[in-house]
Structure formats: C-alpha cells, structure tokens
C-alpha cells in the first residue's frame, strides 16, 4: 500500500504554548511531579542489555597439555634466555614511530604532513582498506598478549615475573606495539580514511577477544605464532611492495620495517617449535597435525565495525586481489614451516605421529589444488561499501 503524504497544513495542528493547561505548565508541581513519573517509566521500560560483542561460536576446549609437560617448559628457560630473548632488541637501538613521521615539534611539520597527504593521493582505496585491516590488526595486540599468557608452563603469572618465558612475552609486545601505532598515526594524517569508523572496529576487535584453538597449550600455542608472525610478515611485505609501486617510497619503509620486525619474531618461534621437536617429536608432530586440521584462523577474524556482519570475510578479499595476503600463502607458509622443521625426515615416531607427519607433509599440495578449484568456480565479483573509507565501494 502506497504512503499518502498530505499537506501539512490541512493535516497536522500543533497547538500553541499558552494552550498547556495552567496546572500543567513547568513551574507548577504536579507538572514536576507528573514529569518524574513518567521519565521513571521511560527509565524502567529502558531496560539496558548486557554487552555482547562478536564472538567465538566453536566449543572451547582448555588445558589439554598433560600436567607432566610442564616440566619440559621449565627445564627450557635457561636455552630460552641463550637463544630467544637474544632476538629481542635493546629499546635504545630499536625504531619508534616517530622515526618516520613528520616531526610536530618542527617548524616545517605543516609542510611534512601535505607531503605526505600528497603521496597518500596516489594510493588507490583498495590499498587503504588492506593497510587498515592489517593495522586494525596489529592494534588488538592486548587480545595477543592476553593469549600466550593463557598457556600452561610459559604465561606470566605475576605481571612482571621474572622467568624467560614472561620476559620474552612482555618485551615481544612492547615491540608489537610500535606496529599499530605507526600505522595508526600514518592514516590520521593521511586524511584518506574515516577514524572514527576505524577506532570502533578496534574497540569492538579487542572487546571480542580471540580463541585461536590453543587450548591452553603451548605446543599448539608456538606452532600457531610461528605460523601467524610468518603471515604477517608476509602481509607488511606486500603493502610495503604496493606502496613502492606506487610511489609512495616512505610508506614503503614504514611497512618494510615492520615486516622486518615480524620476520625476528617469526625466528623466535619457529626456533622455539625446532627446539620442541628435538625433545620430544612425538607430541610435537601430534599437536602440528591437530592445529592444521583445525586450520589457523586469522587474529582478527571477528572483526566488525558496526555495520558489516562479514568485514573480515570482505578485507580478506581484496588482500587476495591485490595480493596482499592470499590463500596461496597460506599453502607457502605451512610448506615452509614442514621444511623449517624438517618435518618429513622425523624418525622414531609412534604410528600415530606417523600418521600425523603423513598427513601434515601432503596438506600443503591439496590446499594448492583446492584452490585452484575454488579460483575456477570464483563467482563474479560484487560492490561492497567499506566504511573505513568513508562507506566507498570496492570489488569484494
């Protein structure tokens, strides 16, 4: 049925401010009175609901480490401090942000940020949206660190404990935390993109919080980081490549730097995975096996900006057009990391982590082959508003 919309005029009368009754007028008290009532009930109807962000939907499983393991995480603290903490840089010889944007105590700061809001012209907003998604990411680094400090034998149980394993964990996000900064401070000025569309993804990203299927165990928790530090690596490496082809050379060492950063810490622990394969196969090719049938998600999976029910889904398509981060890499990287381990020449293993070795060594090569079916079934693309860049659409 049709809406009639009239004349106002002819329909709708709205009665002067001298016809309110005297008793009801605002200095009376039954007005007072009447208006407490009734915002009272408005107050009671009003009812408010409890905070429910997105969240995890699979059952949750904790603490699957048998108890007697945590005794090789405690015996592994003093090679910890030998071999990993030795990766970490002193904070005086480590790059702040500031390294590389303009300088706001400078007299030529005015000048510093319309050059770099001229270079950002040349960037198209495919770009922009993979370079957001990736610094949406690094800025839920409190879900991060929350995560290795659920894992049984290396969390840090005090806040400041003294162990490697807590040194390694508080020093590793002081680290990570320079990323999401930089590139946080970058868009700002870059002028490009809606901030304030972009901060309530973080908020509702963090208030999400992240269940990457651990289980509270470190073995599966070190295999997941080394898997996604290698990701990310990967993925600042190609923004950085992007921004080069562009023109945009400063951009390109922002981002190159901070894939230099995620290669260390992918060092560490891949290194920490090599060394848990040295004492103790076995369980090692198990819990390899058991975290790539459950497939590694990504840390930023429940991303949501208040609108978008399948932003993360969204972002992950264009990272894969332009070629930021694509299922490809995914296969790469679990090839790379069975070499890295030299996971197909472990011997003496139970039927069982043979089995699982079998199994790990033959997934990268189906993955390839399932997505080559995938890109040959690929729909046609659609138009998809980002609201990160001001509800523009981009090819999804």
Known sequence: MALQLHPIGSQFHKPPCFALPRSHRLGSRTFLMASAIDVASREITKEKKPYTPPREVHVQKTHSMPPQKLEIFKSLEPWAEQNILTLLKPVERSWQPQDFLPDPASEGFHDQVEELRERAKELPDDYFVVLVGDMITEEALPTYQTMLNTLDGVRDETGASPTSWAIWTR???????????????????SGRVDMRQIEKTIQYLIGSGMDPRTENNPYLGFIYTSFQERATFISHGNTARLAKDH????????CGTIAADEKRH??????????????????TMLCLEDMMR????????????????????HYSSVAQR????????????LEFLVQRWNVANLT???????????????LAPRI?????????????????????????????
């Open 171 to 189: 020093a590793w996000t002081a680290e990570e935390n320079r990323h999401g900064d930089l590139l946080n401070k970058y868009l700002y000025l």
């Open 247 to 254: 023109g945009d050379f400063k951009l390109a060492q922002v």
């Open 266 to 283: 992918e060092t560490a622990y891949t290194k920490i995975v090599e060394k848990l394969f040295e004492i103790d196969p076995d369980n």
């Open 294 to 313: 459950k497939k590694v998600s990504m840390p930023a999976h429940l991303m949501y900006d208040g609108t978008d029910d399948n932003l993360f889904e």
């Open 322 to 333: 332009i070629g930021v981060y694509t299922a490809r890499d995914y296969a790469d990287i």
């Open 348 to 362: 003496g293993l139970s039927s069982e982590g043979q089995r699982a070795q079998e199994y790990v060594c033959k």
């Open 368 to 396: 390839r082959k399932l997505e080559e079916r995938s890109q040959a079934r690929a729909k046609e693309l659609t138009l998809q508003p980002f609201s990160w860049i001001f509800s523009r659409e981009l090819k999804v």
